[in-house]
């Protein structure tokens, strides 16, 4: 089945019925012929690079990627106060706020403020650029200085990968496994090794994937939905290190 694109109705789409498609070129029925009207088949995008080129040069990105976010110890900063890791995001936009805060910090003068929607809960978290976690998952963690409003506040620490297909898959851990958050600063120390091997895909129909933590998208924060009012935490230092 092709597909008929007419400018003459304002660039819709519409299902084609299958002629002159899949090579065959002969023209359309008389019936069929109107002004702007034209048939696409076979829509393909022709690779530049032959496939040894592109490894290299994802190789050589992913190594670059390294550089830029690494402190002084080798560790991967996603948050502190000489660095910065990274993009943020927050869904649902239009109710979830990730800030950059200096009213509270554990180092410094900053640290990220997250609020999430109570009523459905909310997902935070930041772009990592396909950061290849797979040599650290034996004996690296997750790091960070975590401080709740009220005490007793917790959410899913957690990446995101990309398949070899390029479907994104998400999956974490509680904090409350590893920490109680309070009013007061609380260090975090979370075992890489202890993230699932499977996660879910990030869409419907949510089915089950295999994480792929050598192309590590993001990292992920996600807040379940709430009956108090308003829970609001504070994180600083968010590293990944190799120790």
Known sequence: QGF?????RGNQYAPWDGRNVKGRRRAAPKSDR?????????IALIPVFDPAEVSSL??????????????????????????????????PHEKSVIIVDESQFKEGKKSLRITPFVEVGSSFGGHLNYLDLSPLMK??????????????????????????EG?????????????EVTGKWTPVRIPLGDLPANGVLAGPPY??????????????????????????????????TRD
Not at 4 to 8: H, K
Not at 72 to 89: C, D, K, M, R, T
Not at 142 to 163: C, D, L, P, Q, Y
Not at 167 to 179: E, F, K, P, S
């Open 4 to 8: 008929l694109w007419d400018g003459a």
């Open 34 to 42: 109107a002004e702007n009207t034209v048939f696409l088949d076979r």
């Open 58 to 91: 994802k190789a050589k990105a992913r190594d670059q990627r390294y550089a830029q976010i690494a402190d002084a110890q080798g560790n991967l900063v996603i948050f502190s106060e000489e660095q910065l890791g990274g993009s943020f995001y927050a869904t």
């Open 139 to 164: 004996k690296g963690h997750v790091s960070f200085w975590v401080r709740g409003k009220n005490g007793g506040e917790t959410f899913r620490v957690g990446f995101a990968t990309r398949t070899p």
């Open 167 to 179: 479907l994104r898959a998400v999956a974490g851990v509680d904090l409350a496994a590893y920490a």
């Open 207 to 240: 089915s089950s994937l295999p994480m792929n933590y050598a192309v590590t998208d993001e990292w992920a924060f996600s807040f379940s939905k709430s009956a108090e009012l308003e829970v609001v935490v504070w994180v600083d230092e968010l590293k990944i």
